[in-house]
């Protein structure tokens, strides 16, 4: 009766380690997902500085 119970123990405990393990990596999957669009909306704005720049430099030609 203790290999049984042992057994269901230690399974009940891989589900909870990898249900806490889901939960952070869901979290920083989240923190990625921030960090790229912010990452995205800089390049953009930098893509557009270079733009304008770009169509005053060639008016002065």
């Known amino acids: ?3 049984p119970m042992l057994a269901i ?3 009940f ?3 909870a380690v990898l249900g806490v393990l889901g939960v952070r990596v869901f979290i920083e ?3 990625l997902g921030r960090e790229v669009a ?3 909306e800089r390049i ?3 893509a ?3 733009e304008r720049a770009a169509t005053g ?3 002065t030609e």
């Open 1 to 3: 009766m203790f290999w």
């Open 9 to 11: 123990a230690l399974g």
């Open 13 to 15: 405990l891989g589900i």
């Open 29 to 31: 999957a989240q923190r």
């Open 38 to 40: 912010r990452t995205t």
């Open 44 to 46: 953009n704005r930098a």
């Open 48 to 50: 557009e500085d270079l």
């Open 57 to 59: 430099l060639a008016r």
